[in-house]
């Protein structure tokens, strides 16, 4: 079975953010990541993984500015000098919490010039953190609407561009079962170029059983592909957390 993950972002929720952490280790989980965890001090997030012997996975680019404010700003174009502020302030949350990965956020854009600026941003961001492994990751319009990077073969396309070593795709079973209506065949064109990965049942993001994602199935692909990133339980809990965990060893 690979490596689960869980996300304290979504999981867990029953709880406060700092009390997430223990709970997650004691549902047997070696990792977790936060979408966002700028609304908390590094320090005591970072005195959680400590503590409780987790792994940080990952964790999002830019931090919101505001509730409810725009997911991400590197392919919209007028904002790059935000987009790299931002990039740096996650930088120095990054330096306490040592993610695995970093994902960057497009935003929403559209059009040759946002794609432009999102190569140019994203080879920036690759240089200004060379020691940091990056990710970009496709989404659905139908979630996130307008969202600029909605396909695989334009998150592909983005991550030959830009060329750098430290810029990886991160895979969204989730996302791809809404974007190509086939989970299981997105991995198998796409996986390899995939350093994270999520995982939540469809249609309703909740746990990631078995439906039209064959989630056992899916696991097995991704160990016989030889895959040693984490997998990330990034779901709605249909009810309490814990009460939906069998995913973890079916």
Request: glycine share 8%.
């Amino acid at each position: 079975m690979p490596k689960f993950c869980a996300n304290l972002t979504m999981l867990f929720t029953e709880r406060p953010m700092m009390e997430r952490f223990a709970a997650a280790k004691a549902a047997g989980f070696d990792a977790v990541e936060i979408l966002f965890p700028y609304d908390n001090s590094a320090q005591e997030l970072r005195y959680q993984l400590v503590m409780n012997d987790l792994t940080f996975a990952l964790m999002n680019v830019p931090p919101p500015n505001y509730a409810g404010g725009e997911r991400g700003f590197a392919a919209v174009p007028g904002l790059e000098a935000r987009f790299r502020r931002d990039f740096d302030r996650a930088l120095r949350f990054a330096e306490v919490l040592k993610p695995r990965h970093i994902h960057i956020m497009a935003g929403k854009a559209e059009g040759a010039v946002a794609r432009q600026t999102y190569i140019e941003n994203l080879k920036w961001a690759a240089a200004r953190a060379p020691n940091w492994s990056l990710t970009i990751e496709p989404i659905n319009r139908h979630d996130m609407p307008g969202y600029f990077l909605d396909s695989f073969d334009l998150a592909i396309e983005v991550l030959d561009a830009v060329g750098a070593a430290n810029l990886n795709l991160q895979f969204d079973a989730y996302h791809a079962q809404m974007l190509t209506e086939d989970a299981a065949g997105a991995w198998a064109k796409y996986g390899a170029r995939a350093v994270h990965v999520q995982v939540a049942g469809y249609p309703g993001r909740h746990e990631p059983v078995k439906g039209a994602i064959d989630y056992p199935a899916f696991f097995k692909a991704l160990d016989k592909g030889g895959y040693k990133g984490y997998v990330s339980g990034e779901y709605n809990p249909a009810a309490r957390t814990e009460d939906g965990l069998g995913w973890l060893t079916a």
